[in-house]
């Protein structure tokens, strides 16, 4: 009986690692899919005070999330803690649409994840 305990106790420690990988790999996929929509955008991104095109900016955040990937665990942490502000200046950053209308990116970012993550 002993036994059937151990192994029941092992497949269920499985099944968690399994999940917590398989979260992993979602969370992942939704930071792609934030990043390739940051590219796809016709709009300027500023960050410290200067302008840079929208796949200069998808490149320099997958560079900085790739420099920080210990401390990203989900999409929201990738928002907050690489995507909204300049870790050395702490100002925000920013995309400018072509309207002239700016929003700060982790605003614009938090709203990409709520479509990402809503029912179908």
């Keep these: 009986m002993h036994s059937a305990r ?23 996929r939704k930071i792609q899919a934030l990043l390739a929509s940051i590219e796809r955008m016709d709009a300027t991104f500023v960050r410290n005070d200067k302008t840079y095109d929208a796949k200069t900016a998808a490149k320099f955040l997958r560079r900085k999330w790739k420099a920080n990937d210990a401390d990203v665990a989900t999409a929201k942490d990738f928002i907050e803690k690489i995507a909204s502000k300049s870790s050395t200046s702490g100002k925000p950053y920013l995309i400018r649409f072509k309207d002239g209308r700016e929003v700060q990116s982790g605003e614009h970012l938090r709203a990409e994840l709520a479509k990402l993550e809503a029912p179908p």
């Design 6 to 28: 151990v192994v029941a106790a092992a497949l269920l420690l499985n099944g968690a690692v399994a999940g917590a990988d398989a979260a992993s790999d979602k969370e992942t």
